[in-house]
């Protein structure tokens, strides 16, 4: 079966320091794929990232920073610089393949609420 | 290129009644998707759909709940005999299939069954 766990249901930073959001998932699948989602709170969920199961290259876009680790079953999410924007729930899903590889229904967890205090 | 839009927005229903929701999805994506997110909680998968066919349904879709997308394009959901505990955001993506592997999210039709 296929899992996604965030361990941390509530984070509190104060501006511009740098936090890190935890996901370690479970799946036997040797294809899969890795996502980020931000929900502010305006409720939309918007993508961030996509991580393929045979590319462990770290990948940094802005203050936005992800490690994934397949030894582990971790796609850990960093956010450097914290800003008051940046508060919103954020969850990691999980994927598998099927029908010539493309990617099928998302497994989610159950989310991270980061709260950035000015 | 516009995105994913879902109406209505909100839904207020008494218990026992049918409600329909609509999907459009982003335009030329073939596939779309249906999640349930209750409070606190991460989206949970419902169904989706290649075209107009449907390729998987979830355990937790019961008899009540039907999904169609008759021409490949918008699609609609439909809950029969509403209980209290349908009440939640329910939540529709789309992806291009074989190219891209990222679902972009509507904004969601939030439920509440009274």
């Known amino acids: 079966a296929q899992k996604v766990t965030q361990a941390q249901t509530e984070i509190s930073v104060v501006e511009k320091e740098d936090v890190t959001l935890d996901c370690v998932y479970e799946t036997r699948d040797t294809t899969y794929y890795l996502f980020w989602y931000k929900q502010p709170p305006s409720g939309e969920l918007v993508f961030l990232i996509r991580r393929n199961s045979f590319d462990e290259q770290n990948e940094i876009s802005g203050r936005y920073s992800w490690n994934f680790q397949k030894s582990t079953s971790s796609f850990n999410f960093t956010i450097t610089a914290s800003q008051v924007v940046d508060s919103a729930v954020y969850f990691c899903?999980?994927?598998?393949?099927?029908?010539?590889?493309?990617?099928?229904?998302?497994?989610f967890g159950t989310g991270t609420l980061l709260a950035v205090q000015p | 290129d516009t995105g994913v839009s879902q109406n209505p927005r909100h839904k207020i229903t008494k218990r026992g009644q049918n409600v329909t929701f609509r999907c459009d999805p982003i335009?030329?994506?073939?596939?779309l998707y249906w999640y349930r997110q209750t409070l606190g909680q991460g989206p949970e998968f419902l169904t989706y759909f290649q075209n107009e066919a449907q390729l998987e349904k979830s355990r937790l879709l019961s008899d009540r709940f039907s999904a169609e997308r008759p021409k490949g394009s918008f699609s609609t959901l439909e809950i029969q005999r509403t209980e209290q505990g349908d009440s939640a955001m329910y939540l529709c993506a789309s992806s291009l299939a074989l190219t891209s592997y990222e679902q972009y999210f509507g904004p969601g039709t939030r439920l509440t069954v009274t």
């Open positions: 335009s030329e994506h073939n596939r």
């Open positions: 899903a999980l994927s598998g393949t099927n029908y010539g590889g493309a990617t099928n229904k998302l497994i």
